[in-house]
C-alpha cells in the first residue's frame, strides 16, 4: 500500500512539482492551501507524514503543528517542516510539538525524499 504523503504550502507551483515527483516515486501525495483545508485533508485521509510549510494563511504551521500535536487522531503522524524562513525558535516550537526535521526551501529534492524515506521507515 502506497505512504501518503500530505503536503500544506500555499505556494500551488511547489506543492504541484513536489505532488508530482513524490507520485513517481510512489507516494500517494494530496495538498493543501491553508490551515483549515489541512486540518480536512488530515482527518479525511490520515496521511503517514505531512510537509508542513511555516507560514501559510489563516494560521501559522507551527500553531497547526500544535493543533495536530493535541488532536488525538492526527498526533501520530509525522511532520517534516519545509520552509523558507526558519529562525532556532521557531525550530524548537517545532520539535515541542512533533516536527522532527526542518528543511529550507530552496530545498534539494534528493534530501528531501531521503528524508522522507528515512521518517516513513521509523515509523514502521
Known sequence: ???KI??????????????????????DAISAEDADEAILMAKKHS???MLLDIILPGMP???LAE????????KDISIIFLTGILTKEDEEKGRSVGGRHFIAKPYDPEKLLHLISETL????
Not at 503536503?7 to 507516494?27: F, M, N, P, V
Not at 493543533?67 to 492526527?74: L, S, T
Open 1 to 3: 500500500m502506497k505512504k
Open 6 to 27: 500530505l503536503i500544506i504550502d500555499d505556494d500551488k507551483d511547489l506543492t504541484w512539482c513536489l505532488a508530482e515527483r513524490l507520485s513517481e516515486e510512489g507516494y
Open 47 to 49: 496521511p503517514d507524514l
Open 61 to 63: 504551521g507551527l500553531k
Open 67 to 74: 493543533y495536530f500535536y493535541n488532536d488525538p487522531g492526527i
Open 121 to 124: 521507515k521509523k515509523k514502521t
